[in-house]
């Protein structure tokens, strides 16, 4: 089975405002087949410090129940250990978001690569700060 390059993000929302707004803009890339998400965890840090991690079947917040419409694989990729050492990173008062998904658009590439003994010698993801301050007045801004 051809796969893509599967990548994870943290985003954490402090002051614990996660609402999951972000989840149609999830949905839409799953639908369009640009992505496919492998898990989705969430870590929950309150005031007096103490984590709490679930995925997100379990939790019936709004929030929660705004990522149960996607469509996801619950994998292994991701434990309750690892979710508890970010919590452990996390400010008091913090929730996060943790997701791992595979850049299915980049499936056929990195066969190719793969195929022809290519090597990942370095792969990294600029911050959108970096950019925008970069390229002033760019299109990237809108």
Same mark, same amino acid.
Request: no cysteine.
């Given at each position: 089975?051809?796969?893509?390059?599967?990548?994870?993000?943290?985003?954490?929302?402090?002051?614990?405002?996660?609402?999951?707004?972000?989840?149609?803009?999830?949905?839409?890339?799953?639908?369009?087949?640009?992505?496919?998400?492998?898990?989705? #965890?969430?870590? %929950?840090? &309150?005031?007096? +410090?103490?984590? !709490?991690?679930?995925?997100?079947?379990?939790?019936?917040?709004?929030? @929660?129940?705004?990522?149960?419409?996607?469509?996801?694989?619950?994998?292994?990729?991701?434990?309750?250990?690892?979710?508890?050492?970010?919590?452990?990173?996390?400010?008091?008062?913090?929730?996060?978001?943790?997701?791992?998904?595979?850049?299915?658009?980049?499936?056929?590439? #990195?066969?190719? %690569?793969? &195929?022809?003994? +290519?090597?990942? !010698?370095?792969?990294?993801?600029?911050?959108?700060?970096?950019?925008? @301050?970069?390229?002033?007045?760019?299109?990237?801004?809108?």
């Amino acid at each position: 089975m051809a796969i893509g390059p599967v990548e994870y993000l943290v985003v954490a929302f402090p002051g614990n405002k996660f609402k999951g707004d972000i989840a149609p803009a999830l949905a839409d890339l799953v639908k369009a087949g640009t992505i496919r998400i492998i898990d989705l #965890a969430f870590v %929950l840090k &309150d005031k007096d +410090g103490s984590v !709490l991690v679930a995925e997100v079947e379990t939790l019936d917040s709004d929030a @929660a129940k705004a990522f149960q419409a996607l469509q996801y694989e619950v994998g292994d990729l991701v434990n309750e250990e690892d979710l508890r050492a970010i919590g452990e990173r996390m400010e008091n008062n913090t929730s996060a978001l943790v997701l791992l998904w595979e850049d299915v658009w980049a499936t056929k590439i #990195a066969s190719a %690569l793969r &195929d022809a003994g +290519g090597v990942i !010698l370095g792969l990294d993801r600029i911050p959108y700060e970096v950019i925008t @301050a970069a390229l002033p007045g760019s299109a990237l801004k809108a």
